[in-house]
């Protein structure tokens, strides 16, 4: 064989291959995807593709347990009560008052009447308390007494500190109240027959029931009436005391003990 026979020899043997796999068609063990798949028969263990990556799960922490709503009803409405005494509340005030009444005295050598006139200073320290230091000034004039035809004129001066304790609804327009007193009388007695005089000091003490008239929280009108006790101890009758002869023929001291009662009228201003 020639060189050239060689040659040609050669040529045809690697071109011929390589036309054949040129004209063969997509392999059929590749599938979609470019996922390789073995050919039928294959004994051999399948091919497995990677596994997909999967997070890892995120905590979730337990829920919060919410209990149900309470049902609330709705307000019931409730009207403003507006104190006319007092406004929208309460404040403790001072108060002066003009007092005007009349007094009645049952004493050892007998009884008389008289009027008077006064001033109270007041303290409203709480709705149902009312303190009061009172002035009065009361005078008589006696010209004559049936049973022993004398003339005589006295004047009594009492000053007291006394409560009034309101009773009822603190926002009454009307308020009833107790009141109790205590304190001291000076007395002095002009017998003008004999020309000559004596004073004193009394005890005093009173006690009674009234009512408070209000007009709002700067005015009101008041009206009460009081039992009234007036005592002091009584020296040697003759020597330390003047004495008179009372309707039944005794001797007694012109200025002793009494009893008796008070009516006051007064009105009132507060600041």
Avoid: C, K
């Avoid at 009349?102 to 050598?109: E, I, L, R």
């Avoid at 049973?147 to 304790?165: A, C, H, I, K, S």
């Avoid at 609804?169 to 017998?191: D, E, I, K, M």
């Avoid at 008239?213 to 003759?238: C, I, K, M, S, T």
């Amino acid at each position: 064989m020639t060189r050239t026979q060689l040659l040609l020899s050669l040529a045809v043997t690697f071109a011929v291959p390589a036309l054949a796999a040129a004209q063969v068609g997509p392999d059929p063990n590749v599938q979609p995807g470019g996922y390789y798949a073995p050919p039928a028969g294959y004994a051999g263990q399948p091919y497995q593709p990677a596994p997909v990556y999967q997070p890892a799960p995120v905590y979730q922490p337990a829920p919060v347990y919410q209990p149900a709503p309470v049902y609330q009803p709705a307000p019931v409405y409730q009207p403003v009560r507006r104190s006319l005494v007092y406004g929208n509340h309460f404040r403790p005030q001072f108060g002066l008052a003009a007092r005007f009444g009349g007094y009645g005295n049952y004493g050892s050598f007998g009884s008389y009447t008289t009027g008077g006139v006064g001033l109270d200073m007041l303290f409203r320290a709480h709705p149902r308390l009312t303190f009061e230091l009172g002035f009065q000034y009361q005078r008589i004039s006696q010209e004559d007494l049936y049973w022993n035809d004398y003339q005589y004129e006295r004047f009594d001066v009492p000053m007291t500190l006394g409560l009034r304790v309101h009773l009822g609804n603190p926002l009454w327009l009307f308020s009833p109240y107790l009141v109790g007193a205590g304190g001291v009388t000076y007395s002095r007695q002009y017998l003008t027959d004999a020309l000559a005089y004596e004073s004193h000091w009394f005890g005093e003490v009173q006690g009674g029931i009234g009512f408070e008239w209000r007009l709002g929280p700067h005015f009101a009108f008041n009206f009460d009436v009081r039992g009234q006790g007036r005592f002091r101890n009584v020296g040697e009758l003759g020597t330390t005391e003047g004495t008179l002869t009372d309707q039944y023929g005794n001797t007694v001291a012109a200025m002793g003990p009494s009893a008796g009662f008070i009516i006051n009228l007064g009105i009132g201003g507060f600041f």
